[in-house]
C-alpha cells in the first residue's frame, strides 16, 4: 500500500517476520510468540495495534536533524523478546506494520508538502482501527505524526480530543507548512484538538510567541526547570495534570527528546530520567478514556543507541499496556 504520490509505503508485519526475531527458549513464552499479525491464524478482538513510521522528514522539514528512521526497528526487536507472564499479556495486541519512506527531498518546502503528504497517509491506515475502538500505539519517525494521529482518532468518535504530551519543546509551532514543530498547532487550528497540556517544557526552548499561544487558549503547563528547584514536583504535577486531561478521551504521547541522554532528534544532556518517563506513561495509561499512544522523534544512529533506543521503548510500550489493561 503506497501513499498518494508514491512517497511512502506501508509494509504489512507478518508472523513470520515476527518469528524471525523472536529468541524462543524452552520452558518460556516471549511477546514475539503471542502477538498478534494481520496473517496470524487466530486473529481475536483486537484492543490495540501498533504502527512503526520510519521517517526523518518532519524534523529536517523543521529544520531538525535525519536519523528517527531508526526507531521502530530497535523497538521491535526488544520487544518481542520480552517475557509473557502474569504481568504482562499481548492476545490482545496486533503488530499492524510499518510506513517507510521512499523518497529523497532537497528543499525544506519539499519536505513540508512530503510532511503533508505523510498525514493523509497515516491517518488512512489507523483510522479504520480507531473506527473499531482500538487504541494506536505509534513508534518512531517525527513529532510531525501527532497530527494525523489526533486526526484519526477525532474523527473516529466524531468530537475533538485532548492530549497530554512530555516534551522540552511545545510544537505548537506556526502553520507555515507542515512539519514536526506544528502538530498540535495543527491539530487545534483545524478542530480535533481542543485541550492541550504538555509537562516538562524547557524554558530556553520555546518562543515567547509559543509560551504566549499556549497562555492565550488556557493550556495547562509545566517547565522542566521547575522541577530541578522542587523534586517533589513532578510527582504532584503528574496528578494533577492525569486529573484535567482524562475527563474527556485523550492521546499519550512522549517525545524521546524529553529523556536525558536519549539517542534521538533533538538530543540533550538535561531532562528526565526513564524512570520519570516510565511513571508518567503508567499514570496516564490508568484511564479509561486514553485513546492512543506516541512515542516518536527516537533516533539511534550507533549499535549502542540502537540498543538503548529499543530497550526504552520496549519499557514504554510494555508500561503502558501492563497499566491500561489494569483498570
Avoid at 524534523?59 to 530497535?74: E, H, I
Amino acid at each position: 500500500m503506497k501513499s498518494r504520490h508514491n512517497h511512502f509505503e506501508f509494509e504489512p508485519f507478518t508472523t513470520e517476520k515476527i518469528n524471525a526475531l523472536t529468541s524462543k527458549r524452552v520452558g518460556e513464552t516471549k511477546v514475539g510468540e503471542r502477538i498478534r499479525s494481520l496473517n496470524s491464524d487466530v486473529l481475536p478482538k483486537i484492543s490495540y495495534v501498533i504502527l512503526g513510521i520510519s521517517e526523518d522528514i518532519g524534523p529536517q522539514a523543521n529544520g531538525g536533524n535525519a536519523g528517527s528512521t531508526a526507531a521502530f526497528g530497535a523497538f521491535i526487536s526488544r520487544f518481542v523478546n520480552m517475557q509473557i507472564n502474569h504481568f504482562l499479556s499481548v492476545d490482545n495486541v496486533l503488530v499492524l506494520g510499518e510506513i517507510q519512506a521512499r523518497v529523497v527531498f532537497e528543499t525544506i518546502e519539499q519536505g513540508r508538502a512530503l510532511v503533508a503528504e505523510l498525514d493523509d497517509f497515516v491517518t488512512t491506515i489507523l483510522q479504520p482501527y480507531t473506527d473499531q475502538h482500538c487504541i494506536p500505539i505509534v513508534i518512531g519517525g517525527g513529532h510531525n505524526n501527532a497530527f494525523p494521529i489526533i486526526r484519526a482518532v477525532s474523527q473516529s468518535l466524531q468530537r475533538p480530543i485532548q492530549v497530554i504530551n512530555m516534551d522540552p519543546h511545545a510544537d505548537f509551532r506556526r502553520l507555515e507548512g507542515r512539519h514536526s514543530g506544528n502538530p498540535f498547532s495543527t491539530a487545534f487550528q483545524t478542530g480535533y484538538l481542543d485541550f492541550y497540556a504538555v509537562m516538562g517544557l524547557h524554558q530556553s526552548y520555546n518562543s515567547q510567541y509559543i509560551l504566549d499561544q499556549l497562555t492565550e487558549n488556557a493550556f495547562l503547563f509545566s517547565f522542566f526547570d521547575d522541577y530541578l528547584r522542587d523534586k517533589v514536583r513532578f510527582l504532584s504535577d503528574l496528578s494533577v495534570f492525569k486529573a484535567r486531561i482524562e475527563q474527556q478521551p485523550f492521546g499519550v504521547e512522549l517525545d524521546m527528546d524529553a529523556i536525558a541522554f536519549m539517542p534521538s532528534s533533538a538530543f540533550t544532556p538535561s531532562g528526565f530520567r526513564i524512570e520519570q518517563a516510565r511513571s508518567y506513561i503508567l499514570t496516564m495509561a490508568e484511564s479509561r478514556n486514553v485513546r492512543y499512544l506516541h512515542l516518536p522523534e527516537a533516533a539511534p544512529k550507533t549499535p549502542e543507541a540502537e540498543a538503548i533506543v529499543g530497550k526504552t521503548l520496549a519499557y514504554l510500550v510494555s508500561d503502558f499496556l501492563k497499566a491500561n489493561r489494569s483498570i
